[in-house]
């Protein structure tokens, strides 16, 4: 080999197009010999090991330290310094808790990220047979170097990228890798077009494939990183992971929350100087006023419900990887799903017959089978290579299963059938002739039963068996069949005297009786078709990216209803000839794309990704893990799925159900529904008590609060009441409304202006009771205002369970878990006002009965004014277009 070659130019040559000898001569290698151990050692130091290699990631200390270094997190480590240092040992300590918690789950979530590479690694543990040194060697296939002789059987891993040199009855199942359903048949013939993709380059094998018949003994070509398979792991380890909305929000959120805290306090600060408050108490009021601010438990309540929500998912066969993958599916506009075993079954099913001028659906269930009809039921019995292993289950070629399956669903007994008529001889399917025969002998006959492809094997029949024979009516037949996505075999019989010589496809491949057709399709599964209607009702746009036929893909979408009117279909070849801009503007408008490759999947994503979009991506093969990567969220098939999908996809789906991804958009909409509702009820509580304290100096008021009141407010009425917020059972009608715009504000619908005006009904109430006190020269002023406040703040939160829904339609008592955090937070007060030794560390005092029935009575304003504001919502007058 050309020691000037680099190992990147040597796997990019197109070895498809080259005959094999001039392979093997380019390689520098005999395929009789093999390398010899001098070669194998030197290629060895130029190419490197056989093995997908891990990118070196960052330590994991590094890792863990750069969770600490978002703006919200820096936010609440100062708030946790401030809690400590004014001797709030308990919010310090819960503010810790939660840092922690939400460094802990960003570490694990990177950590993850990097699995999918490592499950790539795993696949080349494999070992094969090597010729070298003119010996047959059994290796690791880590050894292989560009230029081994490898010999191949049925059930073989594919350890390298080859270029074959003899194949014998040769298919293989490149399904994982270019998404292709079915077994494809291998040739050693060279190819002339230089554009073919990996699917249509039959005289190659690719790594990570599985040989499913035959045997081959093939040339290596491509190594390690070089392979196919090397290169999706490139693609794969270069795509970032992607920020879920949330995320985004929450980062926008807390930066803008922190930047109005800081003004807000400092205005009241001076105020209060002005006003000739002390200087010390104006600044711890300050400082606890920006602690109580910043809402700290809602990284918690994010993250709980996050986790609530995958809890619950796991029940629905659903299991999330990243905890807030469930509230992307919240945001999700259109669902990439590869067709084979995500929306069909990845399992042959025998569906269309024709026999003797006859349609069948079915060959079952009949009452009186005809003879035409028999003798095609024993010709699918007979004619294939089918076994059964213990279990009774059938192994074999999956169209070959399909047919028996066919005969077997007619209630034929196939064991007695194959002793009644064993097979005597037999010639072996191959590419060139498209065909395979089988010889039978009865007790009085000796039957040659013959199958193929429907133009190769009518080129040989003279007549069928009805007595009628039209080539092209039949022709027609099996082509029309073909163009709505069948695949189509046709078999034909003869009955021979005995049994000729010699048995080869010339001689008995003659003078044949055509049986029938049969049509196989491998099925959509009997969910999808609900939940495609489900997802164009809820305004997600459901797309079929294949490595599939286009024909095929095209039957699948018309029959699940992802397309009507034989709509187009864009193949991997025309995408490679369409810009970006061409593709972009086809995108909203095509729903299938067939014979794709990994690169053309990350291409598609990442347009509609430029277009606004947020994408989900479905599959289950290697090919399909960049994509899966790079897609907002990935959603991988659990059952048939690789293990590399699974590693780089947010979501698997454990029984393979596309329905189940329907469920979870539902859970992911209803939870980022209840983080909303928090975030409404958290920062409106907050807006209220910076309202009591901003307007009390400006009315001429006393300070209203004390730092200890604003520290143990935020401590009771944020944590567990928000928890409980997110067990809020769905809207009505939530799977009937549109996704969520992407860059649509968090304080959309209205939840700006809810923050701002019912704050300050909070904050009215709260100094209008201390107003009314003061009149009435009630020394307890305080200790009412501080109750006001917070029993206003556990009126609102059971106020804004909805966002249009009154409160007296979806029950008080339909959130068991909110009602008794309510209950748990009223005591918790009384005890501090109630409670003597409480009174001086919070200094409060006792209430009258009377003092405590206003203090009961006014904060019902509050559920008053949102009821009313809710009533406008549901009537369109408020709130329509706000973000």
Request: hydrophobic residues 45%; negative net charge.
């Amino acid at each position: 080999m050309d020691t000037a070659d680099t190992p990147e130019n040597q796997a990019s040559r197109p070895f498809h197009l080259s005959e094999a000898e001039d392979v093997c001569a380019l390689l520098e290698v005999t395929p009789t010999d093999g390398l010899t151990s001098e070669a194998v050692t030197l290629r060895r130091q130029k190419y490197g090991t056989n093995e997908i290699i891990e990118t070196v990631g960052h330590p994991w200390w590094r890792i863990l330290l750069s969770q600490f270094t978002d703006f919200m997190i820096v936010v609440l480590i100062a708030a946790a310094a401030v809690s400590g240092i004014l001797g709030e040992l308990t919010d310090a300590i819960a503010i810790i808790v939660i840092i922690i918690l939400n460094a802990l789950v960003g570490f694990i979530q990177e950590f993850r990220a990097e699995q999918a590479v490592i499950a790539l690694k795993q696949m080349a543990r494999t070992i094969v047979r090597v010729r070298r040194d003119k010996i047959t060697h059994v290796l690791a296939a880590a050894e292989l170097v560009p230029g081994d002789i490898v010999l191949l059987e049925a059930g073989n891993m594919v350890p390298a990228d080859i270029r074959l040199l003899e194949a014998i009855d040769l298919e293989v199942d490149e399904s994982a890798l270019t998404g292709e359903s079915l077994p494809v048949h291998k040739i050693i013939a060279s190819m002339k077009d230089k554009d073919a993709i990996l699917a249509e380059r039959h005289n190659m094998l690719f790594r990570g494939t599985l040989t499913t018949r035959g045997r081959a003994t093939g040339v290596v070509t491509a190594t390690g990183m070089q392979t196919e398979l090397g290169k999706i792991a490139v693609m794969l380890d270069s795509e970032t992971i992607q920020k879920t909305p949330i995320q985004k929000r929450l980062a926008v959120f807390g930066r803008k929350l922190a930047l109005s805290i800081i003004a807000i306090c400092t205005i009241i600060f001076v105020a209060g100087l002005l006003q000739g408050e002390d200087m010390i108490m104006m600044f711890l009021t300050a400082v606890s006023l920006a602690v109580a601010a910043i809402p700290e438990a809602l990284p918690a309540v994010v993250t709980i419900a996050f986790a609530l929500g995958a809890r619950q998912l796991v029940r629905q066969h659903a299991l999330i990887r990243r905890l807030p993958a469930v509230e992307t599916l919240g945001s999700v506009t259109f669902i990439c799903s590869d067709k084979t075993g995500t929306l069909t079954r990845n399992a042959m099913h025998a569906e269309l017959f024709y026999i003797a001028g006859v349609e069948y659906t079915t060959l079952a269930s009949r009452d009186a089978i005809s003879s035409e009809i028999k003798i095609f039921i024993q010709a699918l019995a007979l004619n294939n290579d089918v076994e059964k292993n213990p279990t009774g289950k059938l192994i074999g070629d999956p169209t070959e299963i399909a047919l028996l399956q066919a005969a077997l669903d007619t209630g034929i007994d196939n064991t007695a059938l194959s002793k009644s008529w064993p097979r005597m001889a037999e010639v072996s399917f191959d590419s060139s002739r498209k065909r395979m025969t089988t010889f039978h002998q009865g007790k009085e006959q000796l039957l040659a039963f013959t199958k193929g492809a429907p133009e190769q094997v009518l080129e040989h029949c003279t007549s069928d068996i009805h007595g009628q024979f039209s080539h092209a009516a039949i022709l027609d037949i099996a082509n029309h069949w073909a163009m709505r996505g069948y695949r189509v075999i046709a078999y034909a019989y003869r009955d021979w005297p005995v049994l000729p010589e010699p048995i080869d496809a010339n001689n008995v491949e003659q003078e044949l009786t055509f049986l029938g057709l049969a049509g196989l399709m491998d099925p959509p599964r009997d969910e999808v078709p609900a939940a495609v209607r489900e997802c164009y009702q809820a305004g997600i746009k459901p797309v079929m990216i294949t490595g599939d036929h286009p024909a095929t893909a095209r039957a699948i979408a018309e029959r699940i209803g992802l397309v009507h009117d034989h709509a187009d279909v864009i193949t991997g070849k025309q995408l490679e000839r369409l810009t970006d801009e061409q593709l972009s503007g086809q995108v909203n408008h095509t729903q299938i794309y067939a014979r794709v490759s990994p690169q053309q999947k990350i291409r598609l994503v990442q347009l509609l990704q430029q277009r606004g979009e947020y994408v989900a991506m479905t599959g289950d093969g290697v090919n399909d893990a960049p994509a899966l990567k790079k897609a907002d969220i990935g959603i991988a098939m659990g059952e048939k799925g690789t293990d590399v999908a699974r590693e780089a996809a947010d979501m698997v789906l454990m029984d393979d159900n596309f329905a189940t991804i329907v469920r979870a958009i539902r859970e992911g909409r209803r939870i980022y529904d209840n983080i909303r509702k928090f975030i409404k009820y958290a920062m409106t509580g907050n807006s209220g008590e910076i309202w009591t304290l901003f307007l009390a100096p400006i009315l001429g008021l006393p300070l209203p609060l004390l730092p200890i009141h604003i520290l143990w407010i935020n401590l009771v009425t944020d944590g567990l009441p928000g928890l409980a917020l997110g067990q809020e059972k769905a809207e009505e009608n939530i799977m009937q409304r549109p996704p969520r715009h992407p860059q649509e504000s968090i304080f959309a619908h209205g939840m700006w202006q809810h923050i701002l005006w019912i704050g300050l009904l909070i904050g009215a109430l709260s100094l209008f009771t201390q107003a009314w006190a003061i009149q009435n020269n009630i020394e307890n002023w305080q200790t009412m205002v501080f109750t006001v406040l917070t029993f206003s703040q556990l009126i609102h939160v059971l106020a804004v369970r909805s966002e249009a829904q009154s409160l007296f339609t979806i029950g008080w008592l339909t959130n068991p878990a909110l009602i008794g955090t309510v209950l748990l937070t009223i005591l918790l007060q009384l005890g501090v006002i109630y409670i003597p030794v409480f009174n001086s560390i919070f200094n409060t005092a006792s209430l009258s009965l009377e003092e405590l029935l206003f203090c009961c009575t006014v904060p019902w304003l509050v559920l008053l004014a949102v009821e009313v504001e809710k009533w406008l919502v549901r009537h369109g007058m408020i709130y329509r277009d706000s973000n």
